[in-house]
T-cell receptor, first 116, second 114 residues
């Protein structure tokens, strides 16, 4: 079945540091890939997505590139802020036609804490 | 604000009881998904409804059931509750067209079983 593996957390950084959160996946076919963010006490918000190989998703300074050859979708940000402190989830969704179509398969989440 | 609403926000109940969680999708979205978030299992897909019909089931216990009504809101029913059912329950909705696979999450219902 489909699975997503994220780097172990938590991650603690100083403001303006560079962020990388690794994500690799296992899936049949050509899934869509997502990063979601969860702030304390809130639901998940879609941060960015990519639907095919070599696509780059970007939003709010975050970006991730769909790498089919390495089955990866690593999240990066050049300069983090205190307000970026949250839990980040990598996820995949099988595209139309598969039996797993629609549902999201999540990684275990990575807690990011940014200090001033 | 995602446009997805869930009620109640918090629910505290006892083992053996039955509860109903409610979800209203974004206006126009036909798909509703339910997920369970717990410390030991992470985020797990439970069930997917599309325009009133069940489309897919995930790791949903037989004690749990769901339905989607003609007005597209959905309810998740949890019965014979156990301590291990304590978790955050999220619903999400998605539309059609190019954004069919983007899911928008509600704020969740935190269930505590004592």
């Amino acid at each position: 079945g489909n699975s997503v593996t994220q780097m172990e957390g938590p991650v603690t950084l100083s403001e303006e540091a560079f962020l990388t959160i690794n994500c690799t996946y296992t899936a049949t076919g050509y899934p869509s890939l997502f990063w979601y963010v969860q702030y304390p006490g809130e639901g998940l918000q879609l941060l960015l997505k990519a639907t095919k190989a070599d696509d780059k998703g970007s939003n709010k300074g975050f970006e991730a590139t769909y790498r089919k050859e390495t089955t990866s979708f690593h999240l990066e940000k050049g300069s983090v802020q205190v307000s970026d402190s949250a839990v980040y989830f990598c996820a995949l969704s099988a595209n139309a036609g598969g039996t797993s179509y629609g549902k999201l398969t999540f990684g275990q989440g990575t807690i990011l804490t940014v200090h001033p | 604000d995602s446009g997805v609403t869930q009620t109640p926000k918090h629910l505290i109940t006892a083992t053996g009881q039955r509860v109903t969680l409610r979800c209203s999708p974004r206006s126009g979205d036909l798909s509703v998904y339910w997920y369970q978030q717990s410390l030991d299992q992470g985020l797990q897909f439970l069930i997917h409804y599309y325009n009133g019909e069940e489309r897919a089931k995930g790791n949903i216990l037989e004690r749990f059931s769901a339905q989607q009504f003609p007005d597209l809101h959905s309810e998740l029913n949890l019965s014979s509750l156990e301590l291990g059912d304590s978790a955050l329950y999220f619903c999400a909705s998605s539309g059609s067209g190019l954004s069919y696979n983007e899911q928008f999450f509600g704020p969740g219902t935190r269930l505590t079983v004592l």
